[in-house]
C-alpha cells in the first residue's frame, strides 16, 4: 500500500492504496463519485471517461499512481454548484439519455473537447464521440447536443 494525493472536483484527497489500483474503482468505492461507470475494464466502451489534467482519459486503465497529483474531473464536478454545466444543460435540451449508462463518459469526453476546440467542427465531434459506445444509439442527439453547447459558449 501506498499514500496518493488526488486532486478531485476540486477537493484534495489522499488514500492509501495498491498503486495499480484502478482510478474507477478509486472513484466509486473510495470517494464515493459513483458518477464514473465501469462498462469493459478494457479502455473500448469510454462509460469510465473522466478529465485529467484537461485531457479525456479512460479511468479503468489508469491506475491510482498515474492520477496522484493531476487534476481530475468526474462528472459530478462538471457543475458549478447548482448552476448546470453547457453541456449538460444541452443534453437536457436536446433529451439526449435514454439509458443513461454512456452518459457520463459521453459528458466528460465531449467537456474534454470543448477545452481544447470550443468551437469544434462537425467531423471534428463526430470523430471524438464516437469513441464512447452508446448501445442506445444516441450518437445524432450526442452530437447535435455538443454542437448546442459549443454555439452557448461550451465551458463554465
Not at 33 to 48: A, N, P, Q, V
Not at 62 to 90: F, R
Request: hydrophobic share 35%.
Amino acid at each position: 500500500m501506498s499514500k496518493f494525493d488526488l486532486h478531485v472536483n476540486g477537493q484534495r484527497h489522499t488514500v492509501d492504496l495498491d498503486p495499480e489500483t484502478p482510478l474507477v474503482w478509486v472513484l466509486r468505492e473510495n470517494l464515493d463519485l459513483r458518477g464514473t461507470k465501469f462498462g469493459c475494464g478494457i479502455s473500448e466502451c469510454g462509460s469510465c471517461t473522466i478529465m485529467m489534467d484537461g485531457q479525456a482519459i479512460r479511468s479503468c486503465v489508469t491506475t491510482v499512481a498515474e492520477a496522484a497529483e493531476k487534476k481530475i474531473v468526474t462528472v459530478e464536478g462538471l457543475a458549478d454548484g447548482e448552476k448546470l454545466h453547457p453541456l449538460q444543460e444541452a443534453w437536457e435540451e436536446e433529451q439526449v439519455p435514454q439509458c443513461g449508462y454512456c452518459q457520463p463518459g459521453q459528458l466528460m469526453t465531449a467537456a474534454a473537447l470543448l477545452e481544447q476546440k470550443p468551437r469544434p467542427t462537425e467531423a471534428e465531434i463526430v470523430a471524438e464521440m464516437s469513441d464512447v459506445l452508446c448501445r442506445c444509439g444516441t450518437y445524432g442527439r450526442i452530437r447535435k447536443a455538443v454542437d448546442v453547447a459549443a454555439r452557448k459558449g461550451g465551458k463554465r
